[in-house]
């Protein structure tokens, strides 16, 4: 498509000015007082402009062409993604199976949802092969014995080629983040997925997480991302996108789920696990693993939500319509019995008790007295959160680790929202700047 200059001009071009100034018209005596161009009048003009005459094709060419992120051109393109969100769901079938596939989903995907996804793939590739590169350093892996010795001097040598190709990792950062702390439209900005998602959206990251498990061996898929900020050909046949994937979606569902209830749309909740149910329903037909992974991932999910309810306080309706959601699910799957939910209780109060979020502990145990003096610490815990992206506080805030420089604005994000990361909880920081030092 060919865009009119005067367009291209105003896309493209980048202002300095204070927000909300006014450009006034030269006085002509002569002329009726017209009243003051503001910068914000020109914005959402464009913006309208925008949103009506380009298609999500058109946005998502244009979005390329601007250098960096742009504020009109990013904001009118989440807009589209989830208006022809149907579109990009037919397409993630067989984005784990087929480069094509990928390559057109990825563009609309990176545009919703960036950092939950560079920060599992960083996360991944660093414990990963991150890992063989820093054991193989100190160890000879290269003339050791055995085959899985061998396999982490593959893995390392795999990654000293990746580190080569990609000298911008050595200034990656990982920081943790309090997303109570964002107001809407510095949410929408940095997590739009999160400031956008309905209930039915979210079942739609159901399939495509049970698209992820269905494969039996490594993903043949290159990991490429549309602005190609990073090479990936030397880690191709070792980094695993499925999983990757996979990571980045549980992130994405705890966030969003998040979000919902702390903006008391508990019936877009509802909707989710109403809907998920047949989701559930319909991989026990067709793949017993994925069923398995979105069976337990809909457990954690609830239980994420009716910890966040007890934090809260009087939303028993709330947490009883959960349970018997919950109920259903286990009566139309006929679970083993350590996979009904209701049998999972005990653990999720060992949970509680492990990430010291005592206030929903004591709820939990005074709606539940058949469990209050059960010895919890027989009894393994739950990952209802994923502690290496995620952490919840006892107040119910959430906190998620996120690449620095993938930020929106940095320095904004981190003067209102930066939090300590959690000793004990997964990896602090990506350790690309040390494994350039080895």
């Known amino acids: 498509m060919k865009w009119p200059i005067l367009f291209i001009a105003l896309v493209t071009t980048q202002l300095t000015v204070v927000r909300g100034a006014s450009i006034l018209l030269p006085p002509i005596s002569k002329l009726p007082a017209r009243p003051a161009i503001t910068i914000d009048r020109i914005a959402g ?88 590169y820093a054991h193989c350093a100190t160890a000879d892996c290269q003339h050791g014995g055995g085959s899985q010795t061998r396999g982490y001097w593959n893995q390392a040598t795999a990654f000293d080629r990746f580190l080569g190709a990609n000298p911008v990792l050595k200034d990656h950062q990982r920081v943790y983040i309090s997303l109570g702390q964002l107001g809407h439209g510095d949410l929408r900005a940095e997590f739009p997925f999160v400031s956008k998602c309905t209930g039915s959206i979210l079942k739609d990251l159901l399939v495509i997480l049970g698209h992820s498990m269905k494969l039996t061996t490594l993903s043949s898929v290159l990991p490429t991302d549309p602005s190609h900020y990073l090479d990936f050909d030397p880690i191709k046949a070792h980094f695993d996108l499925a999983k990757s994937m996979a990571g980045a979606i549980t992130t994405l569902l705890t966030s969003s789920l998040w979000h919902l209830h702390r903006t008391d749309q508990v019936e877009q909740i509802s909707l989710y696990f109403q809907e998920a149910i047949g989701v559930v329903k319909t991989s026990l037909n067709i793949n017993p693993i994925a069923y398995m992974y979105q069976c337990k991932t809909l457990h954690n999910l609830a239980y994420l939500v009716m910890t966040l309810a007890a934090i809260k306080g009087d939303q028993k309706d709330f947490i009883d319509s959960i349970m018997a959601t919950m109920a259903i699910l286990d009566t139309e799957t006929q679970p083993d019995p350590d996979m009904v939910f209701k049998t999972t209780r005990v653990n999720y109060l060992r949970t509680l008790t492990l990430n010291q979020l005592h206030t929903p502990l004591a709820y939990f145990r005074s709606i539940w007295p058949e469990l209050k003096n059960k010895p919890l610490d027989r009894y393994e815990p739950l990952d209802f959160i994923d502690m290496q992206r995620q952490w919840l506080t006892n107040q119910g805030d959430l906190h998620q680790a996120v690449p620095l420089a993938m930020l929106h604005d940095p320095t904004r994000v981190l003067a209102i929202a930066k939090v300590d990361f959690p000793p004990g909880h997964g990896q602090a920081d990506y350790s690309f700047a040390n494994q350039f030092k080895l």
């Not at 925008?50 to 298609?55: E, K």
């Not at 094709?57 to 022809?84: M, N, P, W």
């Not at 939950?116 to 414990?127: A, H, N, Q, R, Y």
């Open 45 to 132: 003009e464009l913006r309208q402009q925008i949103q009506c005459f380009l298609s999500l094709k058109d946005l998502l060419e244009l979005r390329k062409a601007c250098k960096g992120r742009h504020v009109i051109v990013d904001s009118v393109l989440i807009d589209k993604v989830f208006t022809h969100w149907d579109d990009a769901m037919s397409l993630s079938r067989y984005i784990f199976t087929n480069q094509v596939y990928w390559e057109s989903f990825a563009p609309i995907w990176f545009a919703v949802a960036p950092l939950e996804t560079w920060d599992s793939w960083f996360i991944d590739i660093d414990t990963g092969l991150g890992w063989a």
